[in-house]
């Protein structure tokens, strides 16, 4: 089957399996190691990538169905100014989430952010239930987002 998809701003043409998940495309075919695999069920939260703006499991997603779509993962996110809000956050309160949750939990504070610049402790903490990691102090987590928060919205306003 073959597919023409946006991958991180780069478009790609390629034949794949009708069986393949997005998470084997993205780091078999493309290399792209920041998307962990996990539980391969969707219940781990590692796989966040955006796909058409939107959030994904890509261990439940069919390579398929991102034809003709836009997929951004962590190594496509680096480097934005989003990107260097949420981790200017995260470091200012000393939150450091591990190597295998870390790519997950930037991308969902900034679906977070893109929703709210004023999220709350509730809206957090209750949002990233969807990643199973205990690395870290929810605490500090909770801090981290709305640092980064802050931060974007200083950023947006000096703009």
Known sequence: MIITLDLNGKEETLDIDPSLRLIHLLRNTFGLLGTKEGCLHGHCGYCLVFLNDQLVLSCLTPAFSTHRGKVVTIEGFRGTPEYYDIEKGFLEVQYTPCGFCASARVLLTHAIL??????????????????????????????????????????????
């Open 114 to 159: 893109q929703e709210t610049l004023h999220p709350t402790e509730q809206m957090i903490r209750k949002r990233f239930t969807a990643i199973l990691c205990r690395c870290t102090d929810p605490s500090r987590l909770v801090a981290g987002v709305q640092r980064a928060a802050a931060i974007r919205r200083h950023r947006q306003h000096a703009v």
